[in-house]
Every structure is written in C-alpha cells, then in structure tokens.
C-alpha cells in the first residue's frame, strides 16, 4: 500500500499535464471532469494510507518513499522522497478533502467563466504543488511545494489578469512570499552545515546532538525559518498580501488563502518542532508574533465592508492562533486548529461565494442584507460555519481554539497575557463575524431591483459542497474533545510520535487544577456570547446605532478601516527608496558614471590620434622641415653637451 | 577515432561556413537551411562525446595531441573534461536553436549571417576543447571578428558603436591576457628550459607569489570583461540591445561564459596562491552585481536591456559560486551556466518573437498580451520561472546549490546574494505584469499572431531542458564532479603558501610596529 504515496500528488499533477498541454483540443467537460476526479481519487488514495497507516504500532508509522536522487553534489544528497507520518496523513486528507469539495464547488462558481479550462489548470497545479509540500521528507522537497503553491497563488490571484488591482495583488502576493523565502533558504543553510542534512528524520535523530538547547545556531536556523513561515502564513510583518489576495476568484480564496497554502507555515513549524524547541527564544518570538497578528488582524477585521476582506482578516488572525499554539509548544493544537478552521474557513469563504455569486459580484455588506430567505441552504451551512469559527461549544473551532487558550496559558512557554489576548481575539472573532452574519443575512435588503430580482439559491454543484463542509464543521472537532471534557483527545495522541518532548527547563510542567481549566473556558465562552450580543445590538436590532457607534470611535475606527496605513508605511520606506535608488544606479552610476569613464577614455585616445594624424600631411616639405629640425636639434645636444 | 570526434565537432562549423559561401546568394531557403543542417549535425556529433565520455575518469578525454609549431612549442592540442564537455554540448544546442529561431529576422546578407553564425560556433568551441594557450588564444579572438559583423551588420540603430565598444572592451583585456601568455611562457622555459603553450604541462608549474598576483590579473581582467562583472558590464546592455536575436542567444548564452570558464580553466588552476589573495575582490565583485545588476534591470524601459542586466546579476551568482571553492558552489556555478544559457538564451527568443512581429521592444508598447497571445505569453512565463529560480526549474537548482556553498564560505555574500533573488522577482514579474497584463492599450497589438510551428520548435526543447534539470539534475553533476573535484585539488595545493604567506607578512608587520615601538622607548 505504502508504496503508492508518489501517486497522491501525482494525480493532480497528470491532471494538470494533460490538461495544460491539450486544453485546446479537449472539451470544457472532460477538462472539469479530470481536474476534479484527480483531487478526488487523491483523497480516496488518502483515506486508504490514513487507515494503514492506523495499522501499524503508534511508534512505527513513518514510512518514507524515495523516488530518485535529485541534488546529488559532494555531502549533500538530496532525494526527492516522501514521508508519510500522522502529521502528513492529516495534511492530505485535509488538502485532498477540502480541495476536491472546493473543486466541485467551482464547477458550478466558474461555471460562466471564458477563462474556466485555464482556472482549472491552475489548480490542479495548485494541489500537486500543495500535496508535494506536506509530503516532502526534507526541507528542499517541501520548498519545492512551498514555491509551488505560491506560484500557483500568483497565477490564481491574478486569474482575472485585466483588472488591473488583480495583477497587482498577485504581482504583491508572490515578492512578499519570495521576501519570506528568503529566510527560509537561509535557515535550510544554517540547518544543513550544522547537521549535515536536511531530511527530516534524519534531522530529528542529530538534531539533539548536533545543536545546542538555545544556542546561537539553531537560534537563528529558526528564526530564519519562521520568517519564511510569516510569509506564507501571513504573519507580521508581511501578512499584507493576503487581504489584497482576495481579488482571486473565491473558490480561489477559498482554497489557497484560507484553507491550505496559508497554513503551509504552520505546517513547517509543526514539521520542525524537535528544531523549534531546542531554541526558545524562537518560541518566545513565534508566540509574540501569532499573539500579535491575531489581536491585530481581528481589529482589522471589525472595521471591513467586504465580505471577503472580514474573512481575509479573520483568516490572518486565525494562523495568528495556530502559530501562537507552536510557539507555546502545543504543535498538536497548532495542526488541530489547522483543521477545523480548514473545514469552517472554507466553508466561510464559499459561503460568502455563493452570495456574492447571487448578488451578481456585489461584495460590499452595506449593500446586501436579508438574503436568509433568497439562500436558505448557504444561511444555514454559512450559520454552521459561523458558530464553528465563534467557538460556540460542541461545534470544531470551540474544541481547538479551547485548546490553544488553555496551552497559551498552561504550557511551561505559555504566559497569562497570550491567553488574555487570545481571549480577547475570541471576542472580536465572534463580533465580526456576527456583525458579517447580520449585515448579510439579517435585516431589510438594501439592493437595487436588477439585484433583487436575480437572486437565486446557487446550483447545486455549490450547495453539496457547503453542506459536506458544514457537517465537518460541526463534527469535526469530536476527535479531539480533552480529557476534562470526557474525550479522549484521540487527536493529539495520534500525533503524539511526531512531536519532541520539551527539553526540560526549571522543573516539572506545573500541574494545573480541572477546575481552573473549567474555569477559564466558561469565562471564554460568556465573553463569547457577550460579544455575539453587542453585535446582534447594533447590526440587527439597530443598525443607525452602529453609525453612532462609529462615529464616538472615530479616530480608532479610521486606524483599523486604513488597515493602520502599513501598507502607505512599506511603500514609503522601502519599495520607493529602491525604485528609486535603482534609477540612480542607472542613470548615474551605470551612464554617466562607468559609461563616462569608458567613452572618455576611448575619446582621449581617439583626440590623441586624431593629433597625430595631423602629422602625417602627406607633404613632403613638411617632413623635410621636421627631419631638419630633429638633425639641428640631435647635433645641437651632441655639441652642447 | 574517439581523438578525431572532438575536432570533427569543433570544425564541422567552419566546413558549414566555407558551404555556405559557395552557396549562391540570393539562395536563401538553402543557405538557411543548411546553416540549419550543419548546426544540428554538430549538435548530434557532440551528442557521440557525451555517450563516449567516461564519468569516473578524472583527466581529459578524447585527446589529440599533434605539434604544429614545434619550434615554438605550439601544438594541435584538444580534449576535454566534464565541464568542457558540458560547455561544448550547450554551444552546439544553443547554435542550432539560435539558427532555428533566426529564420525570419535577417532581412539581407543571409550569406554572410549564418556564416558568421557558424564560424563563431567553431571559434566557440575552439576555446572550450583547446589545452594550447596559444591556440585558446587564437580562438579567443577568432571569436571576436563574427560577433563584430552581427552586431555591426544586422543590428539595431546603434549597432556601430555598440559593435566597437564590444570589441574595444574585449581587446582591452585580451592584450593583457597576451602578455601574461608570452610571460608564462618564458617563465616555463626558464624553469623547465623547454618552450611550450601545452596547457597541461604549464598547469601547476612552480610560480612566485608575485608573479602569480600580476599574471592572475592580466588574465583576470580579459575574463572578466567577459563575464562580463561589475564595473566592466557596460558593454553588454549596448550589445545585447543591438544585436540580432541570434546573436544575443549566442553573446548571452555562450560567450559570456567563456569568461567563467577562463576563469576555471586557466586562472584557478594555473595561479593557486592568486586565486587565494583574488577571492574577497572577486567575491565582493560578484556580489555587487548580482544586486546592481537586478536593481538596474528592474527600472530598464527596453526588455532586451532588462535581460542583459538580469544576466549581469546571473553572472555574478556564477562568479560567486566559483569563488567558495566547494563542491556545491562550484557545481552549482557549473550548473548555473548551463541554466543561464538555457534560460536567458530563451528569454532573448521570445523577445526577438515581438519584436519580429512589433518592431519594438519598449515594455510601455505593450500590456494585455496575456489575452491575446496565450501560448506565447505561457512560453514566457516557463522561462521567467526558470530565470527567477523557482524550484522545480533549472534556474532553482543552481541558485540553491551556489548560495549553499556560498554560506559556508562566507555568510555575509551569501545573504546578500539570497536578496538577489528577491529582486529578480520583482524584476521580472513587474516586467511580465507590463507586458502580458491588463487590457490591450495599444491598438497595434490587436492584431498580434500567436507563435508558429517553427517558433513552437525552437523554445520545445529549451523547456524541456529547463524541466529536466529542475527535476532530474543527477547526470549533470555525475559528469562535471571529477573534474570539479580535479580544480579544487589544484587550488588548494596553492593554500599552504598563501597561508604561510599571510602569516609572515603578520609576523612581519608586527615586527616592524614593535620596532616602531622600540625606537620610540629609545628616544
């Protein structure tokens, strides 16, 4: 069975082939028909490995897949292999899954779309590549991925390639991911010449050996490593690509910037625990970080009036929780996380699809309203999606992000103000995401008539979709109910032979109360519930009450609505500067400055010649006179001396 | 037979050009044509080299060794290596493309075009296969009269004065190179009291430290010039701009190469200790163009020029991969000009494809292509991929390999080096949003016809190659590590004295500051 791994990411990929190359002479059918079967079998392919792989004794499944030699030079030796663990089995059930759903989905999303054969092309590309990075065995094998689905991300963000704002989002989407590799290549450097290898079990095996516990080296290995990570999970301080990244088409945002690619650096961190614990102060600056981006980019979130950029925001805070549970060390609750927001963010986002898709392309929320009774099925799967994501108990989000919270706190490397922040960001992820319900769903339509009068439920290709992620989104995060709940926290166990123990620092982790922890998630919760009612207060029950709202916070409404201008702030301290230091180097230093020095020497010695020419008159006379001259001057010399 | 094959394919090219001079003029489709045939004839003949050539061997392979002038020790002289062969095997398959996609842009004098095209492929390989100096030197200039006439004669606007500042930049160099030929040379017969240019015997013949400095830089700077590295690129904008499409793959593609290879060759192994004192200069030359060259190339207005400084930023991951004197750097810098001939040699093709059809080249031409011209406009991004290093592509394969050789020779280069690839993508991207995005503006480009059959063929087998080393670059490094690993041997022979070198001259220093010193108390 194991040795048909390769074939998961190969689908897509001859998918994708065959499509690319023959896309012309193929009908729109065939091409939908192969782009969406190849992701399907993928997960039937996975489901099957998974339950091997459940087979085998807890200890033993690592199973790894060698293809070829790839990079062969002196001591490295990179192969282009796979590994198949628990940690990669949940990632390809999760990317198949969701990506075969979503890709049902856009049958019928892009189903009037001129460009359809390419979009399909291009995400078929997209899982092949995002297969290939969850399945790598080593760093290079999963940048491979990591480059790949960043491409794809370019591509697809850019799909409608004559807007101009959508060429341009993808154009920042890439350079801002490729700012982020940067790191990542760096750190691959460091780890290698300290380990001598990039594989990541062999990796796990020298690391302990091979670095020392918060030592320089594997310190800034890390750090540079993370950086990759803010990249692509947009972090701070380079999350800025990923709200523009909506220009993509949705099911586009659906799959790539909420779902998968995004938790790409996530992955990595959980990947590369055993390395991430050996340096602490990392852990310290990854809690920092996805402490920081949650609070702020839910702030963010409150003051949008597209639909799609509260879900952007609400995705960057979101990672912002996954990457705060790696830097507390709690990788199984990080990668828990990853799921269930996997299952209800893509819910979300083909959700806010489907209205936008009946709203004939209107994203703005000012301008929907009451469009419960015109989408009955995308109301109650996006109602489902939204009580997930508030972390309403019994549904996915409460079972994960409940853990994050309590290891924020409880974890030896966690600390009182991240679960106080990570509490708040709970807060303000139920408002938005009410205030985005209410505005949407609830109230008078404030839609002109041509609007109204094609509303209509989406087809059924889109309502399958949403009802599967729906169901997901209530129940799947049953696998990991905690022990003070009465679960059996199946899902951490089952990742359990992936992650390293901490290395002990100043003692036993301290033992806390049950009741502490019953204490902490009730108080979650009641603030939870507080701020669904503040939202159903002023964007249901009054809306003009909101405007007023508005208005007393003028100063921080107009900070968060800017997104705090750090945009306005890159442009001006660093993309102008090098524009313009670029046109200096040009025109200065390259024309007139080296340029200068080569002409003007070639004129000197073309003046300098030009004098001597001068000489040759061709007249005999004038030799004669120089010759006589030389003769006076040579006797002159001799005698004078 | 197996000594024959190696000027068989050297020479093929010439026998092509004297063909085509007996051809009658106004005969083009079969002075095209078998300009054609003879380039793919001596790409199949290369081909018989690399299933002859043995891997494991160090040394060099399908050697002939005929005195020419024996009085002067000037003998017929060729063989090669891993990396020659390498070298051979792209000039052979970069020539029959250059040829291919060059069908339908000369408008006059095809007799004297392809024959110039052809006799630089000959001079090309002359350089690669000779181990005489004094033949490598011949072929270095040979090479410089074709190159001359394609820029000069079927070039741009400015293509006199591009054509004279090439050639006045190369002899600059080459002139030096000379001198310090003919003082190796004497030097030989002094220690050895033999005259020979026999580049084997002169590999690792004793040489001072001093004499080792001045020699190193006069060949040093004919190389670089070549290459062509910070601040002596200028020329190459200018050429690239005004040379046909042919003539930029070749300039591009190959030529520039001949200086990474001078360097290998000839420098590096012939001056060890140099080498040692060289390396930071080199080194920080390198690194400045690998950044210079792609902040320059992100303003340009021209996409022709764009490339040109995007190749003088790829030359200087060359250079910089070189320098670590490891296997991964320098087999990364190997593979890179293999990519960089690939890829740029591409990108120049795909240019000339515009502007055959739009007589421009200015980026603010154009915008929307994307819409109209899709097989072309998804040809061009395979290649920008494989230019800006992702992986997957060639290019990826070279950057990462140089840039981890580079860190663990110096880290500060390499992470100034690793920034390069950011910018190239901005670069690029920006460039391919201008072109290929967006709604067509201009109405000229209404009417653009997608790619032809022919031109279909001519980039085909550039993508494969880029895909092909991106995923599959074993055999690659199979056959150049001998050979790389024989250089690195040979440099590090020099280690010791430049060491023991550095050492005294400290020794020295504090000796003369503590008599300094001395004095100082006395008085």
């Known amino acids: 069975m194991f040795e048909y791994i390769f074939i998961v990411p190969l689908l897509p990929l001859l998918a994708f082939i065959i499509n690319g190359l023959f896309h012309n002479r193929l009908s729109k059918g065939f091409v939908q028909t192969l782009a969406v079967g190849a992701p399907g079998l993928s997960f039937i392919l996975s489901i099957a490995l998974f339950f091997k792989l459940l087979t085998l004794e807890p200890s033993q499944r690592v199973v790894e897949q060698v293809l070829f030699s790839w990079i062969p030079v002196g001591s490295l030796q990179l192969d282009f292999a796979f590994l198949l663990d628990p940690l990669s089995a949940v990632m390809i059930l999760v990317v198949s899954g969701v990506g075969f759903l979503i890709h049902v989905y856009s049958i019928g999303y892009m189903a009037h779309d001129p460009g359809v054969k390419r979009f399909f092309i291009y995400m078929n590309l997209f899982m092949f590549s995002m297969l290939t990075l969850v399945l790598g065995n080593n760093l290079i094998v999963l940048f491979i991925g990591w480059e790949g689905v960043g491409l794809c991300s370019y591509l697809l963000i850019g799909f409608w390639f004559t807007k101009k704002s959508a060429a341009d989002a993808g154009k920042k989407a890439f350079i801002v991911n490729r700012i982020g590799d940067f790191g990542f290549l760096l750190g691959s450097f460091i780890i290698f010449w300290a380990a001598g290898t990039l594989q990541f079990t062999e990796l796990a095996q020298k690391a302990p050996d091979a670095f020392i516990v918060g030592g320089g080296v594997v310190t800034w290995a890390t750090l540079l490593l993370f950086f990759g990570a803010t990249g692509k999970s947009a972090q701070i301080p380079l999350y800025i690509w990923l709200p523009d990244a909506m220009e993509g088409p949705t099911p586009v945002s659906a799959l790539i910037h909420a779902a998968t690619m995004v938790t790409a650096g996530v992955y990595m961190l959980v990947r590369l625990n055993f390395l991430f614990v050996l340096a602490p102060t990392t852990m310290l600056v990854v809690a920092i970080v996805g402490c920081a981006t949650a609070f702020i980019a839910a702030t963010i979130g409150l003051a949008q009036n597209d639909i799609k950029r509260v879900l952007a925001y609400s995705t960057v805070s979101q990672l912002g929780y996954m990457m705060m549970a790696c830097g507390v060390a709690a990788f199984t609750a990080g990668i828990f996380h990853l799921m269930t927001h996997a299952f209800f963010k893509a819910l979300l986002f083909l959700g806010s699809g489907s209205v936008i898709h009946a709203m004939s392309d209107e994203q703005d929320m000012r301008k929907m309203g009451g469009l419960r009774k015109h989408l009955p099925i995308t109301y109650k799967t996006f109602l489902m999606g939204t009580l997930a994501i508030a972390g309403i108990p019994l549904f996915s989000g409460f079972f994960s992000k409940d853990e994050i919270l309590w290891k924020s706190f409880s974890s030896s490397n966690g600390h009182i103000v991240f679960w106080i922040i990570g509490v708040v960001t709970a807060a303000l992820t139920a408002f938005y995401m009410f205030r985005l319900l209410y505005l949407t769903f609830f109230g008078e339509g404030r839609y002109d008539k041509h609007t109204a009068d094609h509303l209509h439920e989406s087809p059924r290709f889109m309502t399958m979709p949403l009802v599967a992620l729906a169901v997901l989104s209530v129940v799947g995060g049953w696998i990991g109910i905690p022990y003070v709940l009465g679960g059996g926290a199946w899902f951490a166990k089952f990742l359990e032979p992936v992650m390293a123990q901490m290395p002990a620092h100043g003692g036993a982790e301290a033992h806390h109360d049950a009741t502490l922890e019953y204490g902490l998630m009730a108080f979650t919760i009641i603030l939870v519930l507080v701020s669904i009612y503040l939202a159903y207060y002023f964007y249901r029950k009054n809306l003009a009450k909101a405007d007023s709202l508005r208005q007393s916070l003028s100063v921080f409404h107009k900070a968060v609505y800017n997104k705090y201008w750090v945009d306005e702030f890159y442009g001006a301290t660093i993309v102008r500067p090098i524009v313009n230091g670029s046109i200096f180097l040009w025109k200065i230093v390259d024309v007139l400055l080296i340029d200068g020095i080569a002409n003007g020497l070639a004129r000197i010695v073309g003046d300098m010649s030009e004098t001597f020419r001068r000489m040759q008159t061709g007249y005999l006379r004038g030799y004669l006179t120089a010759f006589l001259i030389g003769v006076v001057l040579v006797i002159g010399f001799l005698v004078v001396r | ?523």
Not at chain 2, 368 to 389: C, E, K
Not at chain 2, 479 to 504: C, D, F, H, W
């Open chain 2, 1 to 523: 037979m197996d000594s024959w094959i190696l000027s068989i394919v050297a020479f093929l090219p010439l026998l092509g050009a004297f063909f085509i001079l007996l051809l009658p003029n106004d005969h083009h489709v079969s002075i095209k044509h078998s300009a054609w045939f003879f380039s793919i004839l001596t790409f199949v003949a290369s081909l018989c080299l690399l299933f002859r050539f043995d891997t494991v061997a160090t040394g060099m392979q399908f050697v002939a060794n005929i005195p020419w002038v024996s009085e002067l020790g000037i003998s017929y002289h060729v063989g090669i290596d891993g990396i020659s062969l390498l070298l051979v095997l792209l000039t052979t398959f970069l020539t029959s493309i250059a040829i291919l996609s060059t069908f339908s842009a000369v408008e006059h004098s095809h007799k004297g075009f392809y024959a110039s095209l052809l006799l630089l492929e000959t001079g090309m390989l002359g350089v690669f296969v000779t181990l005489d100096l004094f033949m490598f030197y011949v072929f270095w200039e040979v090479m410089l009269i074709p190159m001359y006439f394609l820029i000069g004669v079927w070039g741009g606007q400015r293509r006199v004065y591009a054509a004279i500042k090439f050639v006045l930049f190369t002899m600059v160099g080459s002139l030096l190179m000379l001198v310090a030929l003919l003082v190796l040379y004497f030097e030989y017969h002094t220690i050895f009291g033999e005259y020979t240019f026999d580049l084997l015997k002169i590999t690792g013949m004793p040489l001072t430290r001093e004499m080792q400095m001045w020699l190193f830089a006069a060949f040093g700077l004919a190389f670089i010039i070549k290459v062509p590295m910070w601040p002596f690129h200028t020329w190459l904008p200018d050429a690239h701009v005004e040379a046909p499409t042919a003539g930029s793959v070749i300039l591009a593609g190959v030529l520039l190469k001949m200086g990474a290879y001078g360097f290998l060759r000839f420098c590096l192994p012939i001056f060890p200790v140099a080498t040692f004192e060289f390396m930071p200069l080199i080194s920080v030359l390198a690194v400045i163009g690998i950044i210079y060259g792609a902040l320059v190339a992100m303003v340009q207005k021209d996409i022709k020029s764009l490339v040109a400084f995007s190749s003088v930023s790829h030359m200087g991951f060359i250079m910089l991969g070189m320098m670590t004197l490891n296997l991964q750097g320098m087999e990364g810098s190997i593979i890179q000009m293999i990519n960089h001939g690939i890829s740029t040699g591409a990108l120049f093709i795909l240019v000339g494809m515009i502007y055959e059809r739009r007589h421009t080249r200015l980026i603010s031409e154009y915008g929307g292509l994307a819409g109209r011209v899709p097989v072309y406009s998804t040809f061009f991004m395979i290649v920008l991929l494989s230019s800006i290093g992702v992986p997957g592509t060639n290019g990826f394969i070279g950057e990462f390999t140089i840039l981890l050789g580079a860190w663990s020779y110096n880290k500060v280069y390499a992470i100034l080096a690793a920034s390069g690839v950011i910018f190239a993508a901005c670069y690029m991207l920006w460039m391919y949003q201008r072109v290929f995005y967006g709604k067509i503006t201009n109405k000229a480009n209404e009417k653009l016809t997608d790619l032809t059959l022919r031109e279909k063929v001519v980039l085909v087998p550039l993508v494969i190659m880029i895909f092909w080393i991106g995923f599959y670059p074993k055999p690659f490094f199979e056959l150049m590590e001998p050979s790389v690993k024989t250089i690195i041997t040979q440099v590090e022979k020099g280690r010791g004295m430049y060491e023991a070198n550095k050492e005294a001259r400290a020794v020295q220093s504090a000796l003369d500051e503590e008599a300094a010193n001395g004095n100082g108390d006395d008085q």
